[in-house]
């Protein structure tokens, strides 16, 4: 949405989608009672049905609310248009009484106290659209960005205004208590924070999620309206903070986000998507963000896919990809996020900062606005529905591209310690070639891959090469001594 005309009376936005306006959007004061707005909005019709209309009705909404202090916004739609009643039904509005062929639709504002509100058990009526609807709409996946961590107001705030000048961000993130490997580091800026974030979902209409890992940040959290929590990694290894933490949203409607546990362990995953459905909670998406691996790896956290697929074949979750925290590093993370995309991911989490190198936590995987447009420009997002021999065939080239890359880390491990080895040789004056022991390692070797269903000669093929470059490397240290001296 951008803005092109503000007052007191309304609120007027055009819909942009990669630069092209498209439609456009107003909420108006009613000439009669100043604290009821009417909507209207049109979109080209190529745009339909992409959940454009649902986000911009949720967004233009909010900002109402706020900037123009409603009660009530309706809308008037014509009977036969079905489309625009189901995107009003989306955005909580409700049926009143028809008007000749007319019928109006009526949404009112949350409560002023909107943890009481959704104590309460009734969905809030304003943007709290089911975030399964929302993460599954055909070739719009959710885009949650925003900073690691929220520093200051100013910093959360430039943040905020360029993240949703970019039409495909659906939700603004922002880790408000953050938790450190070791003591002493910056660990968030706590309920201050909260403050800062709701000022900056009033001015973007950006629906918001920070990380909550205790009862009393799950309070604090409502208390300031954030509309969605996600539960960190390292809270998820613990049954014990979780099932805290589903106490403490029992009869609370809002969208949870569970990140996978720190450790490759599915069943702590699902596990923990269990307590909360068994408190009650109904919005559960899932966050991959890659696990600790005992192995070197191009990753912070290795993605293990497989582990993610698995989870959504049991669990019926969207599924969001955090490929900032998969990475580690800004230069993995266009293709890292088209790899998510083509396992048929429901949404990305990107971290994005107004200054990423000054940023107090993860500064080397944070990006700006700008590259944040322009890595999401380059995506191509494929229709969810299309082809599920597609996904299965991206799902298995994903499988082997990951083996790939563990052989190869593997085999440059063992040209290292292949190295070392030669290094040992030459202090202690021991041949090269030991012949003996090289065809009892290849004839064991290949029972072994009998074993596993390889044949002899694949084998004997690629241990033969392995070992040739281990000669010749070695070789190569020996000569090199000699030269020295
Ligand atoms: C974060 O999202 O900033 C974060 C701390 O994530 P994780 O729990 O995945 O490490
Ligand atoms: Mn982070």
């Known amino acids: 949405m951008v803005q092109l005309n503000e007052g007191k009376n309304g609120i007027f936005r055009a819909i942009v989608v990669d630069g092209k306006i498209i439609g456009s959007i107003s909420v108006e004061r009613n000439a009669e009672n100043r604290f009821e707005g009417e909507i209207g909005y049109m979109l080209l019709t190529e745009y339909w049905s992409r959940g454009i209309a649902t986000n911009t009705v949720s967004r233009i909404c909010r900002i109402a609310f706020n900037e123009l202090s409603l009660d009530k916004i309706v809308a008037k739609v014509f009977e036969s248009n079905a489309a625009s009643f189901r995107v009003l039904e989306k955005n909580g509005f409700v049926t009143g009484s028809p008007v000749g062929v007319m019928e109006i639709r009526q949404v009112v504002k949350r409560s002023e106290t909107p943890a009481d509100n959704k104590r309460s058990g009734n969905p809030s009526p304003v943007g709290a659209q089911d975030i399964k609807q929302a993460v599954s709409t055909p070739a719009h996946p959710m885009i949650i960005s925003g900073p690691c961590s929220i520093e200051s107001e100013a910093q959360i705030l430039a943040t905020a205004r360029a993240l949703a000048k970019i039409p495909q961000v659906t939700m603004l993130r922002g880790g408000i208590w953050k938790p450190r490997t070791r003591p002493d580091a910056f660990e968030g800026r706590g309920e201050q924070g909260l403050v800062w974030l709701r000022e900056a979902k009033q001015e973007t209409g950006l629906p918001t ?63 923990a998507f269990e307590r909360f459905q068994k408190a009650g909670v109904r919005q559960l998406a899932a966050i991959h963000r890659g696990f600790s ?16 697929i698995e989870l959504t074949q049991r669990l019926n979750v969207p599924l969001i990809t955090d490929v900032s925290h998969i990475c580690g590093n800004r230069d993995l993370l266009q293709t890292t996020a088209q790899k998510a995309l083509d396992l048929a991911t429901d949404g990305l989490m990107i971290e994005c900062h107004i200054n990423p190198v000054e940023a107090l936590t993860d500064a080397k995987q944070q990006i700006t606005p700008d590259e944040l447009k322009t890595l999401l420009s380059n995506l191509t997002f494929r229709a969810k529905n299309s082809s599920s021999v597609e996904r ?19 085999l440059a491990r063992r040209m290292e310690v292949s190295s070392q080895i030669g290094e040992y040789k030459k202090r202690n004056n021991v041949t090269v070639v030991q012949m003996d022991r090289w065809k009892k390692i290849l004839e064991e070797h290949i029972a072994t891959g009998s074993d596993l269903g390889l044949s002899p000669q694949l084998i004997n093929e690629v241990f033969e090469a392995i070992h040739q470059a281990s000669i010749e490397q070695q070789s190569h240290i020996m000569e090199k001594g000699e030269d020295a001296h």
């Open 209 to 271: 999620i920070t990380e909550v890992a205790t009862p009393e940040h799950v309070d604090l959290a409502l208390k300031y309206d954030v509309d969605a929590l996600w539960i960190g990694a390292r809270t998820v290894v613990n049954p014990f903070s979780v099932q805290q933490l589903a106490d403490a949203l029992k009869g609370v409607d809002v969208p949870v986000f569970i990140k996978n546990p720190v450790s490759p362990d599915l069943n702590l995953w699902l596990g």
């Open 293 to 308: 691996y005992y192995k070197e790896s191009p990753y912070r956290n290795f993605p293990m896919w497989e582990i993610p």
């Open 392 to 410: 299965d065939l991206a799902n298995l080239r994903s499988e082997i591209d990951d083996i790939d890359s563990e052989l190869l880390q593997l």
